[in-house]
Nanobody, 115 residues
């Protein structure tokens, strides 16, 4: 059974940094791609960043230059380094793993940016 578990969320002041982690377990197949999404109260879930097996990354315009997505060599853990955090970055951050054209989601980790 594939499991996706996020960690690293918390409370941080505006301008600060956080590093999120997402680990995939329960499969020997490396995800073909892993992504971060976020959802603020009252808003739809929105794309943040993604990385595929060849290392190619993609970012939402709102986080370009501030967030960096990376993964471990095995490809089953992905990180999101978030710098220069803004109040608007407050949300629940979700990790999605694509494995054999199926998507698996984690339960999310809360990121709260305070002024």
């Amino acid at each position: 059974q594939v499991q996706v578990v996020e960690s690293g969320g918390g409370l941080v002041q505006a301008g600060g940094s956080l590093r999120l982690s997402c680990a995939v377990s329960g499969t020997h197949i490396s995800p073909s791609g892993m992504s971060w999404y976020r959802q603020a109260p009252g808003n739809e879930r929105q794309f943040v960043a993604s990385i595929i097996l060849n290392g190619q990354t993609n970012y939402a315009d709102s986080v370009k230059g501030r967030f960096t997505i990376s993964r471990n060599i095995a490809g089953n853990t992905v990180y999101l380094q978030m710098n220069s955090l803004k109040l608007d970055d407050t949300a629940v951050y979700y990790c999605r793993a694509m494995i054999l054209q199926r998507q698996f989601w984690g339960q999310g980790t809360q990121v709260t940016v305070s002024s």
